[in-house]
């Protein structure tokens, strides 16, 4: 499943308990694959609401709401490098565990699903 320019939840800090309030979950729920804008650290998201796009602990939030089994994170923002990317992911990896394969797309990649 590919969800571009998804921001699952806007001013607040965690998405809603009920999955009915859940933008984009009917999609989403038991993916193999979701792929997903993620574009920003937390820190990032908090200037950026409204923006429609989502921070890595938002998308991972929403992977596990909806019991994904692997979650690839993309980003387009103009002003990000891939190595500040990478940065962002590490930090975001070593403070949080998700009970699903996560990492970030990678252009030229293949995925055989």
């Not at 699952?8 to 309030?21: C, N, T």
């Not at 009917?26 to 574009?39: E, F, G, K, P, T």
């Amino acid at each position: 499943m590919y969800i571009p320019d998804h921001e699952p939840v806007i001013g607040r800090e965690e998405l809603f308990e009920d999955v009915a309030w859940l933008s984009g979950y009917d999609l989403a729920r038991s993916a193999d694959l979701l792929i997903h804008d993620a574009q920003y650290s937390t820190s990032e998201y908090n200037n950026r609401i409204g923006w429609g796009h989502s921070s890595f602990y938002h998308a991972a939030q929403f992977a596990e709401k909806t019991n994904a089994k692997r979650l690839l994170l993309f980003h387009h923002d103009p002003t990000h490098t891939d190595s500040m990317m990478d940065e962002l992911f590490d930090e975001f990896i070593s403070k949080h565990e998700c009970p699903f394969q996560i990492e970030l797309a990678v252009e030229g990649n293949e995925i055989d699903l």
